[in-house]
C-alpha cells in the first residue's frame, strides 16, 4: 500500500508564501501536486520527474515543485499567493499514462494523499 503524507498548509494573507511537502512510502518517476477549490473540480499545479517540471499557466513564476529523493519527498513552494490559490492541495504519484499531455491530469494517477488545505485571504 503506497502512502503519500502532505503537510504545510495553513493560512496566509495574500502576498505570503507557503511550502507543502509530500513524504511517499515508495519512490516514484513522476510527483505531482494537484489542488480542488470547493464547487470545482480538481486541477493539476505542477509535476516533477528527475528530467523536467511542468506547472500549470496560473501558478508559473510563483510556484516552484522540487524533490528531495533522499527523503522521497516532493515540495512545493509557493510564493505571492493570491486568494485564487485558496483549495485543498493534494499530492499524487503511480503515473497510469504515456504521454505529456496527461501530466497535469488527475485520471492519469493512481495514488493519492489526503490533502492539505490552504487559504488565503485579501
Known amino acids: 500500500q503506497v502512502q503519500l503524507v502532505e503537510s504545510g498548509g495553513g493560512e496566509v494573507q495574500a502576498g505570503g508564501s507557503l511550502r507543502l511537502s509530500c513524504t511517499g512510502s515508495?519512490?516514484?518517476?513522476?510527483r505531482a501536486w494537484f489542488r480542488q477549490a470547493p464547487g470545482k473540480q480538481r486541477e493539476g499545479v505542477a509535476t516533477?520527474?528527475?528530467?523536467?517540471?511542468t506547472y500549470a499557466d496560473s501558478v508559473k513564476g510563483r510556484f516552484t515543485i522540487s524533490i528531495d529523493n533522499a527523503k522521497n519527498t516532493v515540495y512545493l513552494q509557493m510564493n505571492n499567493l493570491k486568494p485564487e490559490d485558496t483549495a485543498m492541495y493534494y499530492c499524487?504519484?503511480?503515473?497510469?499514462?504515456?504521454?505529456?499531455?496527461?501530466?497535469?491530469?488527475?485520471?492519469?494517477?493512481?495514488?493519492w494523499g489526503q490533502g492539505t488545505q490552504v487559504t488565503v485571504s485579501s
Open positions: 499524487a504519484a503511480g503515473f497510469l499514462r504515456d504521454g505529456r499531455e496527461y501530466v497535469l491530469r488527475d485520471e492519469a494517477y493512481r495514488y
Open positions: 515508495v519512490s516514484a518517476y513522476r
Open positions: 516533477i520527474t528527475i528530467a523536467s517540471t
